[in-house]
């Protein structure tokens, strides 16, 4: 050790620092380029006229001047409460017979309750039409009601976010700590009160959570109002009508920046929660084991069995429907709407664009997603930067499909932005979706990387091996099983999209669930149909595909993985 | 310094060095040969060379023929050796062991101890060890450092650091001390409670307000006490059991209230009838009590 050290210049950047800050960077700049700047375009559009002058608010008093387009705002709003206040309640108890109770089959019955998270969200309202439209087949159980608007609005949207909340509500009651449970058994306390001192208590975080998903979901999704909304405006159709049918860039933008109020509220509540969950349960807890009881068990059963059974009538009547010639006319079965949809009609090329565009977001986005995670978690630098992507990747979570791809459009399709090639390209779907769903995969990743050990990279540095060398031989394989996941999700969401995709599309790249829209807007509800299952039925090829692969992985790496 | 160059600003891939992690850090998809072979591997070696000089390490560190297992099927012990193996298989001229040994069970602990030490003698390699145990530091090392807060507490050989340690906290946390505060009169006397003390070898201007340091070892307590300085007589108010020997708490009324540990073997506690509640002549060597100013 020398006595006097000379006067340290800053810290030397080696090679692989200068790696790191470029990959950073890189990722920032992307994230920007394609979160940021299209959510900057609609603000600034919201305040310009159509010729590029500043106008201030005027639009938005324009718009709330306007009865029918004021009116669609309470509209959206009351109809998301009623749904989130069914949904809720329904997916509580279903959550609850699933990690409570002793019932049988609960393998079976959550897969079944998770099945509507691979449809499009225009497949529910198409069978709900088919059940109880003018020529339903269950009409007169709506007792003279129409089924087109509100009511069926919140059938379809209760049918699509169900599986959203049970899997929040599921993470929340697991997360049960079996020594309060003890303890009330000691005290000799009553089931129901148990239930509410203990139960409720423990998973209010989760039922707001719940909540707000579930509302946001619902408020900001527009492929069910559309089938299915009749003349009953909502929010996220009157964006859809402004700007495709009359071209009005600048009330398109108004209607967006009022769909982001929700869901920015809903991201906040969200982020507190998150917080909050953490700290519910301590290293210490012991998880709650339930113990049978005959009567409750077969009750919970009961619930469950019809909840799953109401599923399946949905999408059973989707794929019904796609089987016979007209309803109620012709019922004999025919492969027909296949081969329309699939060959002979004109959206054909739709299902194999979408599942062209689907590998290539799960591709894209898994790596660039895993990488982000990786340069975020696991190096050194940049110091600032680092909250500021954090925060990016979490907000895209924030922002509706809807406003994101009208972001895209007054964005990239600006004559003036370098990247206006880009517009109409099969490449913009597969980035505006890998943005649109980035929060969830960067959240698997982060949680898997988490998981390693942080000294992995000091030991390669030791060692003289580079950072990436590292990644590629240890921090990818032990990764592997969050990487596959990340690319399953990435497929099953972007093959059903619609509110991202639907103004960015061009003739030669339109996707499924586009075509189902178009389809069904022209009567030609079997082809919708058949398309829509079609897209289930590659969904649940992908996830049988991914669940074969994971186990194939595990058996293959046993030898270490103990 | 390393080899005359300054290597405190380089990045970590610049400098000289082998790293072991309390945490192992063993890559856990990766065989043992792997593992041991992972630095090589990027220093364009032929597979053969490669293979011989993990094998070589392998048996340095008391592991042959585990090249084909992972680290999972390893104890926690064996993992550290082949961690070791790791840091060792460039030949780094400075070894960097980050609380090697805190992550294994005593027993365990103390049986790597001795054979860290003898590994680190065979090889000759420069070794820096981090450890929160004052046991470990003194019983492996050739030179401590102890450090309080980021900051340099003292230098030395580990005895120095027992014997003569450079400030009360270093005196406090390297093995057990029995603190007593005082007053100096001049020339190495000092007034504590109602007792007057020498200090050999001390100075310190009379009415300064003191310190008194001294380990619960460095006491008289057979042959003729009556011709040893700082007597006393005080009450045993009770004895832990810790083994080997055992750490009397003293009550001397002179010291008013402050209580002296003092170590006893088995055989002294025997031989002297040491109980709870008895009475003993000790007294404390003037060689040995260490003087901090307050």
Known sequence: MSAVLPAPAAARIDLSGLLVRAALVASGLGLALFLLAPMAAIFVRAVLDNQGNFVGLQHFVAYFATPALARSVWNSVWVSIVVAAITVPAAFLFAYALTRSCMPFKGTLRLIALIPLLAPSLLPAIAFIQWFGNQGAAKWLMGGVSVYGAPGIILSEVFNSFPHALMILIAALVLADGRLYEAADALGTRRLRRFFTITLPGCKYGLLSAFTVVFTYTISDFGAPKVIGGTFNVLAVDVFKQVIGQFNFSIGAVVGLLLLVPSVVAFAVDWVVRRRLTANLGARSVPFIPRPRRAFDTLMLAYCVLVCALLLAVLGMAVYTSLIQLWPYKLNFTLQHYHYALVAGDYAPAFWNSLKMGAWTALIGTVFVFCTAYLLEKTRGLGPLRPALRLLALLSMAVPGLVLGLGYIMFFNHPQNPLNSLYQTMAILAVSTVVHYYTSGHLTAVTALKALDDEYESVSASLKVPFYKTFWRVTVPVCLPAILEIARYYFVVSISTLSCVVFLYAPHTILAAVAIMNMDEAGDIGPAAALGTLVVLASVGVCLLYSLATRLLIARSQAWRL | ?294
Request: net charge neutral.
């Open chain 2, 1 to 294: 310094m390393q080899n005359g160059r300054d290597i405190s600003r380089l990045p970590p891939a610049q400098r000289d060095y082998g790293i072991v992690f309390q945490s192992y850090a063993l890559f856990p998809n990766l065989s043992v040969e792997d593992n041991v072979g992972y630095g090589l591997v990027n220093r364009r070696l032929a597979r053969g060379e490669i293979r011989n000089r993990v094998a070589e390490l392998l048996k340095l560190v008391g592991l042959p023929g585990s090249e084909r297992k992972y680290p999972s099927q390893l104890s926690g012990g064996q993992q550290q050796r082949i961690a070791l193996a790791r840091a060792l298989a460039t030949s780094p001229g400075l070894l960097l062991l980050d609380e090697p040994l805190s992550a294994l069970d005593a027993l365990e602990r103390v049986r790597l101890r001795g054979e860290i030490r003898s590994l680190q003698k065979k090889v000759g390699v420069t070794t820096i060890m981090v450890t929160h145990d004052q046991e470990e530091a003194l019983s492996m090392a050739d030179r401590v450092v102890v450090m309080n807060q980021g900051v340099l507490e003292q230098v030395g050989t580990p005895r120095e650091i027992y014997e003569l340690p450079a400030s009360p906290f270093v005196a406090d946390f390297v093995g057990r001390v029995n603190v007593l505060n005082a007053v100096s009169l001049g020339g190495g006397r000092y007034r504590t409670g109602r007792l007057d003390l020498s200090a050999n070898g001390s100075d310190c201007a009379a009415g300064k307000a003191v310190r008194l340091y001294l380990r619960p070892e460095d006491r008289v307590v057979e042959g003729d006490l009556d011709a040893e300085s700082n007597q006393m007589r005080g009450r045993i108010a009770k004895v832990e059991f810790l083994g080997g020997h055992c750490l009397a708490e003293v009550q001397v009324p002179e010291l008013e209230g402050q209580p002296l540990s003092v170590f006893f073997s088995l055989n002294q506690v025997r031989e002297l009838g040491l109980r709870e509640g008895g009475e003993l002549r000790l007294a404390l060597r003037p060689d040995r009590i260490r003087v901090f100013e307050k």
